[in-house]
C-alpha cells in the first residue's frame, strides 16, 4: 500500500529512531559486569584507547559487590584493580595500582605496575579479542567471562603474591606483598622486555621468571611474545563479566550497582 505524505514523514521518523536505538543500545552495545570476590575492597579502573569513552574511569567495589556499565560495541581498553586505597587530606592513593591522578577516578591514567590487567578490543559486532596479562606484573587475580557460554573463558586466578620472587615483590609500607614485577619491570633488560636485538618473536623467548608466571596463570600473557595460549576471541555481540580474584567462592554479601 502506497503512503501519503504525513505516512512517509512518520515512517522516516520511526526509521531514524530505530537506528538510533541499535547504534546506541542495540546489537553493538557491551554490558561489562565487575564482581570482586576478594576479601577487601578493590577499586577497578579502565583506560580507553579507542573507541567510545568507558563510562568510568574508577570507582569502589565492596566484597561481594557487583557494577555494570553499557559501553559502544567498538571500544578498546584496559582494566585493572586498585586496592590497599585510602584518603590522605584530599588525596586518593593506593599502594597497589595506583594511577596517581589523586582521586578515585583515574582520568585517563594508566595504573602503576605491576598490575594484572583486562585487555579488550571489541570488534561491533564482528570478532572480539581479550585477554588477561602479567607482562608488567601481577598485583591482583583476575577473570574475563563473556555471556552465554560459548566463548572460552580467560583467567589468572592464582594469587601470584603469595610466592613472588623476593627480588620481583614490591611491598606495602606494612611488609605485606602487594604486587609482583615482571622480569622487564624489574631488570628493564632486552632480553627480558623482548626490545632491541631481542625484539622479535624468534630472538625473545621465555625466561625463568616468564615461565613462573605462566606456571601459575597459563591463560594470562607472561611475557609479550605469549600469543599463542593467551589470546582469545569471541564471535562479538556478547557481554563481559570481569571478576577480581575469580579463584574465590565470593562472600554472602551481594550488592549490585548498574550504571547503564
Known amino acids: 500500500m502506497a ?31 565487575f ?10 579502573a579502565t583506560l580507553t584507547s579507542s573507541g567510545p569513552a568507558f563510562p568510568t574511569t574508577g570507582f569502589a567495589l565492596a566484597p ?16 585493572w584493580g586498585r586496592y590497599r586505597c585510602t584518603t590522605s587530606g584530599a588525596r586518593f592513593s593506593c599502594a597497589s595500582g595506583d594511577c596517581g591522578s589523586g582521586q578515585v577516578a583515574c582520568r585517563g591514567n594508566g595504573g602503576a ?33 563473556p555471556a552465554g557460554g560459548r566463548c572460552q573463558r580467560a583467567s589468572c586466578a592464582a594469587d601470584i603474591n603469595a610466592a613472588c620472587p623476593p627480588e620481583l615483590a614490591v611491598k606495602a609500607p606494612g611488609g605485606a606483598t602487594v604486587g609482583c614485577k615482571s622480569a622487564c619491570l624489574a631488570f628493564n633488560t632486552d632480553e627480558h622486555c623482548c626490545r632491541g636485538a631481542y625484539g622479535t618473536p624468534d630472538k625473545c623467548k621465555p625466561s625463568r621468571y616468564s615461565q613462573f608466571f605462566k606456571q601459575k596463570c597459563p591463560q594470562a600473557y607472561s611475557y609479550a611474545y605469549d ?27 551481594s550488592q549490585v550497582l548498574s550504571v547503564m
Open 3 to 33: 503512503m501519503g505524505g504525513g505516512d512517509v514523514s512518520s515512517g522516516l521518523h520511526l526509521m531514524v529512531f530505530f537506528a538510533f536505538l541499535l547504534s546506541s543500545h542495540g546489537a553493538t552495545a557491551v554490558t561489562f559486569t
Open 35 to 44: 564482581r570482586n570476590n576478594c576479601p577487601e575492597t578493590v577499586w577497578p
Open 64 to 79: 561481594g559487590a557487583s557494577a555494570s556499565f553499557g559501553v559502544g560495541g567498538t571500544w578498546s581498553g584496559r582494566v
Open 113 to 145: 605496575p605491576p598490575a594484572t590487567l583486562a585487555e579488550f578490543t571489541l570488534g561491533g559486532g564482528a570478532m572480539d579479542f581479550y585477554d588477561i596479562s602479567n607482562v608488567d606484573g601481577f598485583n591482583l587475580p583476575m577473570g574475563i567471562a
Open 227 to 253: 600469543d599463542r595460549s593467551s589470546t582469545f576471541t569471541c564471535n562479538g555481540g556478547v557481554d563481559y563479566q570481569v571478576t577480581f580474584c575469580p579463584g574465590s567462592g565470593g562472600t554472602r554479601r
